[in-house]
């Protein structure tokens, strides 16, 4: 299993991706988001899915892209090439896939700005190669395993929030996912996009780097456990003990 989360704020965008793969007993590491920058030509593809065919698409359009990269002006023409890529992988492999009882379950996140972009985009791509753009609505996409951190983003994310924010909301949505599933571990690669800098910064995170900030989280929500007030609860509880006499 996978998680990857993509951000769009009004400042910018924060991608975060794991690297843990799951492969029956199997467990191994491998990066699941790519950065691609050429002068005014900054993105990022974050996958989930089936590793042969995420890296077959993933190679098919690294090709593209350099044969290709000056025609691609605006970000969505990105992302329709990229769509392509997974069409023409699904025609040569899916059908070997779905016979041997595999899914053809290519997700992608792809985020960035081009030249011709009046803002940074975020948008979310199937495995069909159709896509939804991210707008201020609704500002964040996951793939991979989605339910546990999806709580925290929608409770405290905004397209008003700071990157800062974003980036800590985001780390705390993944760190639900990591306590709640085996299937979701460090490292942690993120990416930061400012708006209009046309530069992506990557950086790692690793447990060790991250083992202070989540047991703090988790005491701090022992602490909230405890002062919701009660109130509430005091006529379920006369009620309790009115059956008891």
Not at 38 to 61: C, P, Q, W
Not at 120 to 145: A, R, T
Not at 159 to 175: C, R, V
Request: proline content about 3%.
């Amino acid at each position: 299993m996978t998680y990857c989360l993509g951000i769009k704020v009004a400042s910018g965008l924060v991608a975060i991706a794991d690297r843990r793969l799951t492969s029956g007993s199997e467990v191994s590491s491998n990066r699941k988001i790519s950065v691609h920058e050429v002068e005014n030509h900054s993105l990022f593809i974050m996958t989930s899915g089936l590793r042969s065919v995420r890296d077959k698409a993933i190679t098919y359009f690294k090709e593209v892209l350099s044969e290709q990269d000056r025609s691609f002006n605006k970000l969505y023409k990105a992302v329709n090439a990229f769509g392509e890529q997974v069409k023409r992988v699904a025609l040569e492999d899916k059908t070997s896939i779905v016979a041997s009882g595999l899914n053809f379950n290519l997700n992608a996140i792809v985020g960035g700005q081009l030249e011709d972009d009046e803002e940074h985009k975020l948008f979310m791509l199937y495995p069909e190669g159709n896509w939804v753009e991210v707008d201020q609505g609704s500002p964040f996409k996951i793939i991979g395993n989605s339910g546990y951190g999806k709580p925290l983003l929608f409770r405290n994310l905004s397209y008003e929030s700071s990157m800062a924010d974003a980036l800590k909301i985001g780390f705390l949505a993944f760190d639900a996912t990591r306590v709640s599933a085996n299937d979701v571990d460090y490292p942690l690669d993120v990416v930061i996009y400012p708006k209009n800098s046309f530069h992506m910064t990557e950086y790692r995170l690793e447990k060790e780097d991250m083992d202070e900030i989540s047991h703090q989280w988790s005491a701090l929500l022992g602490n909230s456990v405890r002062k919701v007030p009660t109130y509430w609860m005091d006529p379920i509880f006369e009620k309790v003990k009115a059956a008891q006499r």
